[in-house]
């Protein structure tokens, strides 16, 4: 367990200590946008392996049962994970000024459409909705550790890009996120734009969907456990 603690508290500290902070403007001021980008994306990367390597070990041992909170929570799974498919895939597809290399885009008119309507931030949302199920549903010390860090990246993400833009763009910024939101919905709640849903199921969704469809059915033989009520296996 302790090498899943060790890789989870690295994950974490090179997006909270370099990512999301001032320290990652002065890196990239020597050395420019494009080496940084490549070495930052190489070690998150290699984190990762790293994660799941030491997750699916420390599961393989001494795993004790924090919590059970019952089938019911179990049953919400695919839902909650739809959902979260739903807009996170979609903002992969939609320019956006809190993506990478995308930051010029917060001048554009129209850039707010599609999922955007809903947050500005729909990947790390799709994220923290897929890894704060997982994180209800297990409770083994395991997943806690493992989805807790995605959980936790993906909330205090979205308040640290945020942050970078502001500094960055100054009153483009500010252009920008008075139109949108970071909590889901929270824009359109207060009059700041209107959701349309002529553009949050076009083909972006279709694509989510055939995405989502695909890791459902694939789950147990993925990952070994299956999503569906009763453990239903489909081949």
Not at 86 to 107: D, I, Y
Not at 172 to 178: G, I, T
């Amino acid at each position: 367990m302790s090498t899943l603690i060790a890789a989870a508290a690295a994950f974490l500290a090179i997006h909270f200590l370099v990512s999301g902070t001032p320290l990652r403007d002065r890196i990239t001021a020597a050395t420019g946008e494009g080496p940084y980008l490549g070495l930052f994306s190489l070690a998150s990367l290699a984190l990762i392996v790293w994660l799941v390597i030491a997750y699916n070990r420390a599961q393989a041992g001494d795993d004790p049962q924090l919590y059970d909170l019952g089938e019911g929570v179990r049953h919400l799974g695919i839902p909650i994970v739809a959902i979260a498919f739903f807009v996170g895939v979609q903002g992969l597809f939609l320019r956006n000024p809190t993506r990478v290399q995308m930051a010029g885009t917060a001048q554009d008119e129209g850039v707010v459409t599609g999922v955007l309507r809903i947050t500005r931030h729909p990947f790390l949302w799709g994220v923290a909705l897929w890894s704060g199920f997982h994180l209800a549903a297990n409770g083994d010390e395991a997943s806690v550790i493992f989805f807790g860090t995605f959980f936790v990246l993906a909330l205090v993400g979205t308040v640290l890009i945020d942050a970078k833009r502001r500094r960055k763009l100054g009153a483009a910024w500010n252009a920008f996120s008075a139109k949108t939101s970071n909590v889901p919905f929270g824009a359109a709640i207060a009059g700041c734009n209107r959701i349309r849903f002529g553009e949050i199921f076009g083909w972006r969704f279709w694509v989510a969907t055939v995405l989502f469809l695909v890791i459902l059915f694939c789950h147990p033989r993925l990952f070994g456990v299956s999503p569906f009520p009763g453990g239903w296996v489909p081949f």
